[in-house]
């Protein structure tokens, strides 16, 4: 596999094989332990969230769950929400998202941009709200609308486990030793990692969640204090590794100067987890081979600026 440029049909096509970039200057670059980041945020709406948007849309219309006519509803404004409207746009499908009406201007924004209808919900009862509003929306009119619900929804590990772990196996081979992503809706680490073990047991997949309840790594859930995702399975990792806000922002910051990847704020906590067990590694004098995922890019978060910033997106 390679990087290069191809030809491809529609914009659906560019989901996936994404590059693997090894990391030299933010971790002690040696021989025998390697780091690697794989370039989610190549997707065409930018972030990883493209892989499980596309199969949610595509295997519902298979199915006849979206059929010609219905709608898509759902209540994220993150990168959930601009892969559901750029695919949406590019197969034709309408879609709705519900926001609470205080998300920021650039995610209005963004949305808007593929032709999204937004509904806003009151900005004091934030992402719950607008899930509340989503619900009632689809059942006062149950027929109009298909409601993919991407936390229980298993169109979205299965994305990883036909996607991202083949794509690393086939990349690394039997040299991966680490695979390292964060915890949202779960979906990048529930596919990925099953794919990842059926290979090879010994490889080792860590989870990652923020240190805190209240943090700034968005995308990321601290899972004590959450609504857990019903797609979760916490014996499909081996490892949960905590990050604090200020860890994941620095690694972003060093990732940007040190590599020339402004990377969001989640890949960076996964990247210092990474960094972190590679030292761990050298310092035993064993090898490795450890990928990160970078999820999404730098530029996704220059609004709100850091101190803007009210609430939780
Ligand atoms: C920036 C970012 N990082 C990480 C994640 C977590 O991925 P997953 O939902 O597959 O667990 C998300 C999910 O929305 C995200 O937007």
């Known amino acids: 596999m390679t990087a290069a440029a191809r030809r491809i049909e529609s914009v659906v096509d560019a989901v996936g094989r994404t590059p693997l970039v090894r990391l030299r200057r933010v971790v002690t670059d040696s021989r025998a332990v390697s780091v690697y980041v794989k370039l989610e945020c190549q997707n065409p709406g930018g972030s990883v969230k493209d892989r499980a948007g596309l199969r949610m849309i595509q295997r519902a219309i298979a199915d006849g769950?979206?059929?010609p006519g219905k709608t898509l509803i759902d209540s994220t404004s993150g990168n959930t929400g601009v892969a559901y409207s750029l695919f949406g746009a590019a197969l034709g499908v309408p879609v709705k998202l519900v926001m609470p009406s205080n998300v920021s201007q650039p995610r209005k924004d963004i949305a808007r941009a593929f032709g999204t209808e937004i509904v806003y919900s009151d900005p004091m009862e934030g992402s719950d709200g607008a899930i509340r509003?989503?619900?009632?929306?689809?059942?006062?009119?149950?027929?109009?609308?298909f409601y993919p619900d991407q936390y229980s929804n298993p169109d979205n590990p299965m994305a990883h486990y036909e996607g991202t772990g083949p794509e690393l196996l086939e990349d690394l081979g039997d040299?991966?030793?680490?695979?390292?992503?964060?915890?949202?809706?779960?979906?990048t680490m529930m596919g990925t990692a099953r794919r990842l073990h059926e290979r090879s047991r010994a490889i080792r997949c860590v989870a990652v969640e923020p240190a805190e309840p209240m943090h700034g790594l968005e995308g990321l859930k601290h899972m004590a204090t959450s609504l857990v995702p019903p797609i979760y399975d916490p014996k499909v990792h081996d490892e949960v590794a905590s990050v604090t806000t200020e860890d994941g922002w620095d690694m972003a910051d060093r990732l940007a100067a040190l590599e020339g990847l402004h990377v969001g704020h989640s890949s960076g906590a996964n990247v210092a987890v990474a960094v972190r067990l590679?030292?761990?590694l050298l310092a035993e004098g064993k090898?490795?081979?450890?990928?990160?995922?970078?999820?999404?890019?730098?530029?996704?978060?220059?609004?709100?600026?850091k101190w803007e910033k009210r609430y939780v997106w």
């Open 65 to 67: 769950r979206l059929a």
């Open 133 to 145: 509003v989503a619900r009632e929306i689809v059942a006062g009119a149950p027929d109009e609308y």
């Open 175 to 187: 040299r991966l030793t680490h695979f390292v992503a964060g915890l949202g809706t779960t979906g």
């Open 278 to 280: 590679a030292e761990q």
């Open 287 to 305: 090898e490795g081979c450890l990928v990160a995922i970078v999820a999404d890019r730098g530029d996704r978060y220059f609004a709100p600026m």
